[in-house]
């Protein structure tokens, strides 16, 4: 019974694997559908080349062009500062601000005049004594009288003791004047050091003041957009002439401000942390002095951010900046299919992407955000969505 049962159940298996090797060989493949992904949907920016007027941006603090602290240079009481003498306070060229007690100084100027008279007349006492000696050698003697008989060296003694007073009552002259302190520029004043009462030294300082005829802004800016700022590098060349235009603007008394100026220079050297290169930007009478009305001062410190005139550049495309791929790619459409296309792009900022070469005109580009896109890839454009009007008025197109 049990090899009955055995040989049953081995005949069973046996069929059943000559059955599924059947079954493998003679099946037939179900059949295969051909489908193929929908076009997606996109939308298109059609090419439109035209001339730019490049904007180079940067942002800076407003800074003085000359900032000098006034020292002390005779020694007294200070007796006297005038209502300009404040922090804040205004001041033109050589106007006094503080006034140091000059009674040493005029008693010395009166004696440095009275030892200049002395020598004076011993001066004019030798000088005819040497004139009497010459006139009796030739007399009495033939040839060139000795200088000795001729007193040159009393003579020449009487005029270096005069050349001293003189110099004495310089001196004197000079300490008398510097008891009226001024600065050699309209300025402001930062701080005050001094008031009436103090005495001072030499080398004491009385306060920090800076000229306010104009004032200057270091605008840090990238190696690769100093080529669309038209001005020569040697800034030495620049002289008596203004660069390329600069607006600066900033927000100040609750309200957004703009002033004028214009670049002056480049500096000649490279920030080794940054790796930016300065140009400097002026404006003339930055607090409105000599303007009417009450203009809006550009206040030294103040933060600002400046936007420069460049140069014109031919046949740019603007695009979105979003749409680059891979650094330096776009995807043009042709024939309903997209194709990557390596392009120059000479310039990124802000929403932007300034493209010189690898485009033309009427070539279409994807402007549609894709998670994915391939070579050839099938596409379709939406009906009424050509977008190149929306970069027609682009920033610096001229």
């Known amino acids: 019974m049990k090899s009955n049962a055995v040989r049953i159940s081995l005949t069973v298996i046996a069929a059943s694997f000559v059955g599924l090797i059947l079954y493998q060989v003679f099946k037939s493949d179900p059949p295969v559908e051909n489908r193929q ?8 920016l059609t090419v439109e080349k035209a001339d730019h007027n490049m904007i180079v941006r940067s942002q800076g603090s407003v800074a003085p062009r000359t900032e000098s602290m006034l020292v002390s240079e005779v020694a007294g009481r200070v007796v006297q500062t005038t209502s300009s ?30 030892q ?42 009487a005029e270096a003791m005069l050349a001293a007073a003189k110099a004495n009552l310089r001196k004197a002259e ?12 309209v300025g402001r004043v930062r701080t ?10 030499p080398g004491t300082p009385l306060g920090i003041v800076y000229a306010v005829d104009y004032a200057e802004v270091r605008l840090p800016v990238p190696d690769e957009q100093l080529a669309f700022i038209d001005m020569p590098y040697n800034f030495q060349r ?41 140009v400097v930007a002026r404006v003339e009478d930055p607090y409105g002095l000599k303007k009417e009305g009450n203009p809006v001062p550009l206040t030294v410190g103040l933060f600002v951010e400046a936007e420069i005139a460049g140069t014109s550049v031919p046949n740019i495309t603007v695009v979105p900046r979003d749409i680059i791929r891979n650094g330096n ?60 009007s929306t970069l027609a008025g682009g920033e610096g197109q001229k």
Request: with cysteine; aromatic share 8%; hydrophobic share 35%.
């Open 238 to 278: 620049m002289e008596n002439k203004r660069g390329p235009k600069v607006t600066l603007k900033a927000r100040f008394a609750g309200a957004d401000q703009q002033w004028e100026g214009y670049l002056t220079r480049i500096e000649g050297e490279i920030d080794p942390q940054s790796r930016m290169i300065y």
């Open 37 to 44: 992904a929908p076009p997606k949907a996109i939308r298109v």
């Open 116 to 157: 200049v008279a002395q020598a004076k007349r011993a001066y004019q006492v030798e000088e005819q004594q040497s004139k009497i000696a010459r006139e009796e050698w030739s007399r009495l003697n033939e040839g060139e009288i000795p200088p000795l008989a001729a007193r040159e060296p009393q003579l020449a003694e």
């Open 329 to 388: 790619q776009v995807l043009v459409v042709k024939d309903d299919k997209l194709s990557f296309r390596d392009v120059d792009i000479i310039k990124q900022e802000g929403d932007y992407a300034y493209i010189k070469h690898g485009l033309q005109d009427g070539e279409q580009v994807c402007i549609s955000p894709l998670s994915y896109a391939v070579e050839g890839m099938l596409v379709t454009i939406i009906d009424g969505k050509d977008d190149s």
């Open 192 to 201: 005050k050091n001094v008031d009436v009462g103090q005495y001072v030294t």
């Open 174 to 185: 000079l300490n008398l004047n510097r008891t009226r302190v001024s600065a050699p520029f």
């Open 85 to 114: 003498f404040v922090a804040g306070g205004f001041f033109k060229e050589k106007d006094m601000l503080i006034k140091i007690d000059p009674g040493d100084y005029q008693l010395a100027v009166t004696q440095a005049g009275s």
